[in-house]
């Protein structure tokens, strides 16, 4: 999409995702403080995500081990509901959202020797900006109880149906 699109908002928010390192902060920041998070996404999606966030190890900027990566723990799989079209909903902590996000942008890098494919960009920007997008609905706790925010990764292509 050209500049006209971006000027009318209507380029996909996961092109420049993200958008700045100050923005990555805070939405990391939100993430960490939210109580329970839905992700809803396609199960191969979700497969894709636990195979790929670390949760043993974490690695240093200067590439030695820091020690278990306790901060991406996926629910139990009688804690996921099954839809139907492989679409399940998935309940994330706070901190396995903040997991999530800090792997989608640590990903984003593209370099020679990068063990991420633009495949895996791909699917961090994607899943990152979306992740982003509902963080920008996200208030401080007053102590009440409220609705569980449902992050959808559920884009739709829009063809014609050819089923009879």
């Known amino acids: ?31 960490a403080g939210v109580g329970a998070a839905r992700i809803r996404c396609h199960r191969n999606t979700w ?25 991406f723990k996926p629910p139990a799989p009688d804690e996921i ?11 994330l902590s706070g901190t396995t959202l903040a997991a999530v996000l800090s792997w989608c942008r640590n990903i984003q890098p593209d370099t020679l020797r990068s063990p ?25 706790s007053t102590g009440t109880d409220g609705p569980t925010a449902v992050i959808h990764l559920d884009d739709r292509v829009i063809a014609k149906d050819t089923t009879p």
Not at 47 to 71: H, M, S
Request: net charge negative.
């Open 47 to 71: 497969a894709y995500l636990q195979e790929n966030v670390p949760k043993d190890t974490e690695t240093t900027f200067t590439g030695t081990e820091r020690g278990p990566g306790t901060a």
């Open 1 to 31: 999409m050209g500049v006209i699109a971006k000027l009318l908002g209507k380029e996909p928010p996961y092109n420049d995702w993200p958008k700045s390192y100050a923005g990555f902060r805070s939405d990391m920041a939100k993430a």
């Open 81 to 91: 509901t099954s839809e139907k079209d492989g679409m399940i909903t998935v309940p």
């Open 116 to 140: 991420w494919t633009e495949l895996d960009r791909s699917i961090g920007r994607r899943v990152g900006a979306a992740i982003s997008q509902a963080l920008d609905h996200v208030i401080p």
